[in-house]
């Protein structure tokens, strides 16, 4: 007798006729809104120190999946076997790469604050007297000799270009600055400590991003079936708004970042100027941070450039700063007008003022993080508050788009190669942007 027969079949419980289930009251819902809000804010306070590295984890994910999926359709393996084998890569890459680069960029960086520390108690004075000494020299240009020690008379004005005393004024900034450095500074003197953190959270970020991406197929299909079907046209608008936004920051602004880290870190060593590698990766990093993060890279060149011992070029040294202030203009306005809208794109569209008072807020709430994310949050937040002032007064979300007008059609008469056209096409819109 088969062992299965040993034991009794046990009929399922009749279950009554299916019924709809009853809808909830006003009340029950706002007590369930109040419960889920209450919640989430009591997690997010307990595991706030987890918010940034969730993120960077969510982040490294979404700039991955795009070159997955392009491996992944050009080899033909498995989704799970692509990620699974990138994720080795990366984790020997960071075992290996993380104990040989980490050392130089290490001494850079300590040789660099150490310089900080040096220039800063008596940068007041030093400024006062370069200042002083540089005004007291004529400056030749060709045949025209200007002399600064010497007023100039226009008619009956009287233009003076002796320096006023500005040792005190500097001496307020250096002490605004000083607590700054001090924080840099114990991170500096834990170094091991903070790499042995900075390691641990890494391979957070590698586990969490793993799974993400591992299941990332099942992951919008779950989302799709959460949303109640009559809102279904409504998510998927916004979504498709909100992904050219995340694309143009992320992958864009990452792409940004590393060119603009390479054009400064290059032309910093072909200058001569001393840290230029952690020169360009202080620009890189500070491209994340809007509006701000670029000045604070160039007044960091800058002064390293102004208070190091000489130069290539045997100029002066403030000659050499301003050469070296002229250089960062340049690269920042090439960022600016050329490189940030053909690489980022203007999804974004915000004004400065609303990305400054923004970054200020976002700093205070979230850290670095909300730093970082600042741009791509008020545009998203825009889209959001749009879309409910439109459903508060009634008014239709998503006005129709007009149609694009259609492309010229080639001249029959042209002897011009398809390549050849398609390039000049290529070549057009990215000098003019259109």
Known sequence: MPMTDLIPSVSPPSLPDHSPSPRWGALPKLVAALVVVVVAGLLISHFRDMIAPLMFALIFAYLLNPPLRWVASKTRLPWGLVVTLLYLLLFVLLVAGLTAAVIGIVQQSQGLYRTIVDILPDLPSRLQALLETFLSQPIHLGTFTFDPSQP???????????????????????????????????????????????????????????????????????????????????????????????????????????????????????????????????????????????????????????????????????????????????????????????????????????IIIGAVIAANLAGIVGLILTAPTLATLRLFGNYVYCKLFDLDPWPPVPAPAPAPAPSPNSKMPRWLTQSAVTLRRLLTGK
Do not use: C, K
């Open 152 to 354: 100039v008379f226009i008619g009956p004005y009287r233009l003076d270009f002796s320096l006023p005393n500005l040792t005190p004024l500097l001496q307020q900034v250096v002490a605004a600055i000083q607590p700054l450095i001090s924080q840099a500074g114990v991170a500096m003197g834990s170094l091991a400590s903070v790499t042995a953190t900075m390691f641990g959270w890494m391979l957070f970020l590698l586990v969490i991003s793993f799974y993400v991406l591992y299941d990332v197929h099942n992951i919008t299909p779950s989302l799709r079936r959460a949303v109640p079907e009559a809102y279904a046209y409504d998510v998927q608008r916004l979504a498709a708004e909100l992904g050219p936004i995340w694309n143009a920051f992320f992958r864009g602004q990452l792409t940004l970042a590393i060119v603009v880290g390479l054009i400064i870190g290059l032309t910093m060593l072909a200058l001569g100027v001393t840290y230029a590698p952690v020169l360009g990766l202080l620009a890189a990093a500070m491209e994340f941070i809007p509006i701000v993060g670029p000045l604070i890279s160039a007044v960091t060149g800058v002064l390293i450039a102004l208070f190091q011992a000489g130069n290539e070029f045997g100029l002066n040294q403030v000659y050499f700063a301003l050469l070296t202030a002229g250089v960062y203009f340049l690269i920042q306005q090439l960022d600016s007008n050329f490189l940030g809208p053909r690489i980022v794109g203007g999804r974004l569209n915000l004004h400065p003022a609303i």
